[in-house]
């Protein structure tokens, strides 16, 4: 089992920044791909960017030059830099670890989820 709290989440303006962490505790976080998905009201969970266990990473194009995921090893944490941010990033943003090897980017492929962490950006 993995377990995973998000962080860092709030109000801000269109244009603005946030950094989201994501604590992981119960096994080994190294062995795990982790992703960063989000949810708006009304709307499917969609896939933000994933890290490979060696750094390796995904982004959706809606996010590129924009937001950057990275990992710290030592200290079991996921982050989430989110730069230039725009209305349409409003949502719930969840941190997601995957044990396989392969890159995925589909809510199913993940294993554990954190709770979710509120992101709201104001035009």
């Known amino acids: 089992q993995v377990q995973l709290v998000e962080s860092g989440g709030g109000l801000v303006q269109a244009g603005g920044c946030l950094r989201l962490?994501?604590?992981?505790?119960?096994?080994?976080?190294?062995?795990?791909?982790m992703g960063w998905f989000r949810q708006a009201p009304g709307k499917e969970r969609e896939f933000v960017t994933v890290?490979?266990?060696?750094?390796?990473?995904t982004y959706v194009d809606s996010v590129k030059g924009r937001f950057t995921i990275s990992r710290d090893n030592a200290n079991n944490t996921l982050y989430l830099q989110m730069n230039s941010l725009k209305p349409e990033d409003t949502a719930i943003y969840y941190c997601a670890a995957r044990q396989r090897v392969a890159l995925a980017t589909r809510p199913n492929d993940f294993d554990y989820w954190g709770q979710g962490t509120q992101v709201t950006v104001s035009s």
């Open positions: 962490s994501c604590a992981a505790s119960g096994r080994t976080f190294s062995n795990y791909a």
């Open positions: 890290i490979s266990r060696s750094g390796g990473v």
